[in-house]
C-alpha cells in the first residue's frame, strides 16, 4: 500500500463522509438504496478496493451519525434503522430538548463505532479457521438464512412460500437471457435483479399511483410546518464521553458489543429489543429516552460495521443483513468482485484494517463535528432545498444504467419485473433479507429440482 493509495483513500473517505452527511439528514433514504448502488458503481468504473473500502466505512459511518437528526428535530427517520428512535426522540422534543436528542444520539453512534471495529476484527479471527467450511455450504447457508429470516419477518407464512418461486422468478429470467444469446452462458446477471430488490417497495408505490382509483383514495396531508430549534454552539471538538452521562457511555458500549457479536441477525429487530431491553427500568421519561437513544443508535453503528466486517474478513460471503443489503457491492459486483474474488480475497486482513480505521476515524472527525455545531442549520437547508424525490430520481436513474450495463434494454425490464414482484412482497411483509437470500441462494436452490 503506498502513498498515493493512501491518499486516495483520505480524500475518498472526506467525499463520502460529506455526501452522506447529507444524505443521511435526507428524510426516508434507505440505507441500501443509497449505499448499494454507489458501491456497486465505484467498483464497476474500476476504482481501487482500498479506497472503495475507505469510502464504504466513512459513508456508512457518517450516514448513521446524522440519519438521527431529522428524528430529534421533526420526528421523520433518516433511514431504516433510524425508525425505532422515534418515539424517544419525541419524548425529548416535548421536553424542548431536540438538540439534546441529537448530541446524544450522535455520541452513542461514535461509542458503537469505537467499540464495534476492534470487535469486529476479533470475531473474524475467531470465525477464520472455519472459513472455507462456511464457503463450501454457501448455498444451504443462505437458504437457511432465507428460512430464518422469514420466520422473523412480519407476514411468516408468505415469507416462507414465497422462497421457491421467487428463486424461480430469478433464475428464470437468468435462463431467459442465456436462451436469448443475451449474455454468455459463463456469466450472470447479479448487479441489476438485486438492486431491483432494492427499489422495489418505491417502484411499486409509484407504479400504484398509475391507478386513479387508488390515487383518489390517499389522504391529502397538504403543506407540512416542521419547527426547527437553534441549537446552543459548541466551543472546541465534541467530546461523546462528556456529552453522554457515565450511564449512558456504559449502556451505549455495551449494546455496541452485544451488536458487533449478533452481526447475523437482523440489526433493525436487536436495536429495537436491546434498546429497550437495557432501559425499561428507568422510570423517568426523559432519562429513560436520553439512555434508549443513545444506547440504540450506537447498537444500530455496531450492527452495520461488524456486518459488513466480519462476513468480509472472514468468509468472503454476505452471510449478513448488513451484507446482502448496503455493503453488497463489497462482495458481489460482477464482473468485478465475485463471490469467489471479492476485497476478502484481494485485501489482506491488515489492509482491511488500515481501510477502515481511515474511513471511520476521518468521518467521525467531519462528521460528528458537524452533527453537534451545525445540526439544525444542515437540517433546515435539507428540508428547503434538497427534495426527497430529488434523490429518489438520481439513484433510481443509476439502477437504469446498472441494468443496462448488466445485459442491455431487456434487462430494464427484467430489473422491473423483479422490483414490482420485490415491492408487492415488502408491502405484504416479506422483508429485504428474505428477497436477498433467495437472491444469492437462487442457483443452489433450483439446482436441487434439476
Not at 45 to 74: E, H, Q
Amino acid at each position: 500500500m503506498d502513498t498515493a493509495i493512501i491518499i486516495q483513500m483520505i480524500l475518498a473517505s472526506m467525499g463520502g463522509a460529506l455526501l452522506y452527511t447529507l444524505i443521511g439528514i435526507a428524510p426516508g433514504t434507505d440505507e441500501t438504496a443509497v449505499l448499494a448502488p454507489v458501491t456497486i458503481a465505484l467498483a464497476l468504473v474500476g476504482v481501487s478496493p482500498y479506497v472503495i473500502l475507505s469510502f464504504f466505512i466513512a459513508a456508512i459511518v457518517a450516514k448513521k451519525l446524522t440519519d438521527s437528526i431529522p428524528v430529534a428535530v421533526a420526528g421523520i427517520p433518516g433511514g431504516v434503522m433510524a425508525a425505532p428512535m422515534v418515539e424517544h426522540a419525541m419524548i425529548l422534543k416535548q421536553h424542548g430538548m431536540p438538540d439534546v436528542s441529537i448530541k446524544k444520539m450522535s455520541s452513542g453512534s461514535v461509542i458503537g463505532t469505537i467499540v464495534s471495529i476492534p470487535a469486529s476484527f476479533l470475531i473474524a479471527k475467531l470465525i477464520l479457521p472455519y472459513a472455507d467450511t462456511i464457503s463450501s455450504y454457501a448455498g444451504v447457508i443462505f437458504f437457511l438464512g432465507a428460512v430464518f429470516l422469514a420466520l422473523m419477518a412480519k407476514n411468516k407464512l408468505l415469507s416462507l412460500l414465497i422462497i421457491v418461486p421467487f428463486a424461480l422468478l430469478i433464475q428464470g429470467l437468468r435462463h431467459l437471457y442465456w436462451g436469448l444469446d443475451i449474455i454468455p452462458e459463463d456469466s450472470t446477471v447479479f448487479v441489476s435483479f438485486f438492486l431491483g430488490i432494492t427499489i422495489g417497495p418505491i417502484a411499486f408505490s409509484l407504479f400504484s399511483l398509475l391507478s386513479k382509483k387508488y390515487r383518489n383514495s390517499l389522504p391529502g396531508l397538504g403543506n407540512k410546518e416542521i419547527t426547527l430549534k437553534k441549537s446552543k454552539k459548541e466551543k472546541g471538538f465534541p467530546n461523546p464521553f462528556k456529552i453522554l452521562t457515565n450511564k449512558e457511555s456504559a449502556t451505549s458500549a455495551l449494546g455496541s458489543l452485544i451488536g458487533t457479536v449478533t452481526f447475523f441477525l437482523s440489526p433493525v429487530g436487536m436495536t429495537v429489543f436491546l434498546g429497550e431491553f437495557l432501559t425499561r427500568h428507568i422510570k423517568d421519561p426523559v432519562q429513560r429516552a436520553s439512555r434508549a437513544i443513545s444506547t440504540m443508535d450506537g447498537l444500530t453503528n455496531a450492527s452495520y460495521i461488524s456486518g459488513t466486517l466480519v462476513p468480509l474478513i472472514a468468509i468472503g460471503l454476505p452471510l449478513s443483513p448488513m451484507a446482502i443489503g448496503p455493503a453488497a457491492g463489497l462482495f458481489n459486483a460482477p464482473p468485478v468482485f465475485t463471490p469467489e474474488h471479492n476485497i476478502h480475497h484481494i485485501l489482506s486482513m491488515g489492509e482491511i484494517m488500515t481501510a477502515t480505521i481511515i474511513g471511520a476515524v476521518i468521518a467521525i472527525v467531519i462528521t460528528f463535528y458537524i452533527t453537534i455545531k451545525y445540526a439544525s442549520q444542515i437540517c433546515a437547508f435539507v428540508f428547503k432545498y434538497i427534495p426527497h424525490e430529488a434523490l429518489i430520481g438520481l439513484f433510481a436513474g443509476l439502477v437504469v444504467m446498472l441494468a443496462y450495463m448488466d445485459a442491455g434494454w431487456i434487462n430494464i425490464l427484467g430489473t422491473l419485473v423483479v422490483a414490482l414482484v420485490s415491492g408487492l412482497l415488502y408491502k405484504n411483509g416479506v422483508n429485504y433479507g428474505v428477497m436477498f437470500m433467495v437472491l444469492y441462494a437462487a442457483p443452489w436452490l433450483l439446482g436441487l429440482f434439476m
